[in-house]
């Protein structure tokens, strides 16, 4: 279980730049849920996501892990920090070992894993993200963006985290790539029972994916619910500055031109069963 | 203008990066061939590591073909002597905007490449201006660039090449570290660009509602351009786009799906509202056939 309470972060505090990145969220996630994170740039996604795995301490409030409260003194940091793994937003500018193979195993070498279990679980990782073996005993310096933007993500899930945070982890990704990784991470999820935090902009992605979604807004969240719940509230989102799918679009222009699809559609399987049970209808 | 002119001109282009030289190493690009029109928007699709930003640093020449050739307004790339001709035609906007900024004033980092010409200072000012103007950055002209937000970076790195007043923008996923709404701001900067200004542009992208707005639309696989032609009809092939692992715009994809249920769909769909009026127009044949 993931306890936060009252939890504020402020950058520069006491300088002429102060801003409260995120102001009073106190919110409880389960342990085994997939979790989405949404808001627009600035809102303090990226903020809160570091401070609950550990990287930055929060201004004011306390976060609770299992039990553990992070930072104080009788906090375990050091199963902490391979309790939790973090896929940070720009994960690329991390890589620094000379070959892919060495960037991968930094996470499971430096917890102290035997040699055998490091190379398969970096065998294992390597695949989960779609990269040819042959990729691992190059330069990460002579990989293309999308090469690297997998091998840093293969860097964290080589560590089996019980906890999976992944800030925007597709960014640069091509679709079938995107597609492949949020498949693997599922089914991750599924298989390991492990929790999943995802931050994306992708609402089609969110609504396939999480079970429940956080929505921040000006640092403060503004939405904590079931999934479907969220995805109700179509107008909101809106207001928020959030943009919908292009079939959400299609759907709701259908729908104000008096054709019978329901609101709250975010997937094209959806709304592609939707709108052929009334063409169906119409022919019989 | 002729818009039927050349402005680049690529020829039986073969690369392969010299650290990975090794016997039967494949190559990065395969027997490249591709004219770039002046005033026309180009966009660029292909899977990660197919060769895109090494094409792209062909366009100025960053790289130089191992064979085949590039010419750029008639200059051939490989020819040294002709860089500064190249580079001030050819502005690149990489796929990562915090390599691409580098001073600490954001008007001072859109001065620097018209500097590093030897523009006059006059002029510079007045360049200056306009760039910043042109990606609607004016009011940050003071700020710092690494306070600013991702997007806002990302105009500014355009605002640095298009101070180069170059005849060519060529962007590298300018819009991959962008939130949905930065995407359609940056996407409108270039498409204004390109439609007021003439100006040229080749845009890599992953986004396929993007990529539908250009022009023209070429496909790389491995190292091959293996499709391109207008985004209509390269979209239309949504089965061997999918088998490269690509995506179609889901207007596209719909209109396809809609269609293999048998009903009377093309899938020269791109856009929303063009999706939304065959389906109504489907709609309501259907009910037209009901009341005969
Ligand atoms: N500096 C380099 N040295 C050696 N090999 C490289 C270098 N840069 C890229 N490569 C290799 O060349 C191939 C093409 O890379 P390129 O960066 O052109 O791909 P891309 O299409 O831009 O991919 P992405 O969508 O991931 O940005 C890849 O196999 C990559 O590993
Ligand atoms: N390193 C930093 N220094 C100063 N301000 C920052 C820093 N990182 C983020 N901020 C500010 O904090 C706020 C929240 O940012 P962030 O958590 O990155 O949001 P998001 O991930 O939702 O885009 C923004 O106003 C941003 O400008
Ligand atoms: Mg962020
Ligand atoms: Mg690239």
């Known amino acids: 279980m993931i306890k936060l309470t009252d939890v504020s972060y402020t950058y520069m505090s006491g300088g002429p730049f102060e801003s409260a990145a995120v102001e009073n969220v106190s919110v409880t996630l389960n342990s085994g849920e997939f979790i989405g994170l949404m808001g627009h740039t600035g809102s303090g996604k990226s903020t809160l996501i570091q401070m609950i795995a550990g990287l930055i301490k929060p201004t004011s409030g306390s976060i609770e892990i299992d039990g553990q409260v992070l930072h104080s003194k009788n906090c375990d940091k050091r199963a902490m920090r391979f309790k939790t793994g ?35 679980r970096v065998e294992s990782a390597a695949n989960l993200v779609g990269l040819d073996e042959d990729i691992l005993q190059k330069s990460p310096f002579e990989l293309s963006g999308g090469q690297k933007r997998r091998v ?49 902009h992708s609402m089609e992605d969110l609504a396939n994916l999480t079970q429940k979604i956080m929505v921040m807004n000006h640092g403060r969240l503004v939405m904590y619910d079931k999934t479907s719940e969220i995805f109700k509230k179509t107008h909101e989102l809106k207001d928020l500055g959030l943009a919908v799918p292009q079939i959400t679009e299609i759907c709701d222009k259908l729908r104000e031109k008096g054709f019978p699809v329901p609101a709250g559609i975010y997937t094209l399987d959806t709304a592609k069963a939707e709108i052929e049970k009334v063409l169906k209808n119409e022919k019989r | 203008m002729d818009t039927n002119e050349k402005l680049i001109e690529i020829k039986n282009v073969e690369f392969l990066y010299e650290s990975t030289e090794e016997p039967g190493g494949s190559r990065v690009l395969k027997d490249v061939s591709l004219d770039i029109k002046k005033g026309e928007f180009l966009a660029v699709l292909g899977h990660n590591g197919s060769g895109k930003s090494t094409l792209a640093k062909h366009l100025n020449a960053i790289l130089v073909p191992e064979k085949g050739s590039v010419l750029v307004a008639g200059f051939l790339t490989s020819d040294e002597s002709l860089l500064y001709e190249i580079r001030q035609r050819v502005g690149m906007v990489f796929q990562n905007p915090d390599n691409q900024l580098v001073a600490t004033i954001v008007e001072e980092d859109v001065a620097f490449a018209p500097e590093n010409l030897g523009v006059n200072p006059q002029e510079i000012r007045e360049r200056v201006d306009y760039a910043l103007d042109a990606v609607n950055m004016s009011e940050y002209k003071e700020h710092a660039p690494h306070m600013l937000s991702g997007g806002q970076k990302q105009r500014i790195a355009i605002a640095g090449v298009l101070a180069m007043k170059p005849d060519v923008l060529v962007m590298d996923e300018p819009t991959a570290m962008l939130d949905p709404e930065g995407r359609r701001e940056i996407l409108e900067t270039v498409k204004k660009l390109n439609r007021d200004e003439g100006m040229t542009v080749v845009m890599i992208t992953h986004f396929m509602e993007e990529a539908a707005q250009a ?78």
């Open chain 1, 86 to 120: 973090l896929v940070m937003q720009y994960p690329e500018y991390q890589l620094f070992e000379e070959t892919v193979f060495k960037d991968i195993s930094f996470g499971p070498t430096n917890m102290g894993l035997p040699k055998d279990e490091i190379k398969r």
């Open chain 1, 152 to 200: 840093a993500i293969a860097g964290v899930l080589a560590m089996e985290p019980k906890l999976l945070i992944l800030d925007e982890p597709t960014a640069g990704l091509d679709p079938a790539g995107r597609d492949e990784i949020l498949f693997k991470i599922r089914d991750m999820h599924k298989r390991l029972g492990i929790t999943v935090i995802l931050v994306s």
């Open chain 2, 215 to 292: 022009d023209r639309v070429v496909v790389i696989d491995h190292g091959k351009i293996i499709m391109h032609g207008l985004p209509k009809e390269v979209f239309s092939r949504v089965e061997e786009i999918k088998e490269i692992g690509l995506d179609v715009p889901q207007a596209t994809e719909l209109a396809y799906l809609l269609k293999k249920e048998g009903f009377d769909f093309e899938t020269d769909i791109l856009t929303a509202d063009e999706c939304v009026n065959k389906i109504l127009s489907v709609y309501q044949s259907e009910r037209g056939a009901d009341n005969d």
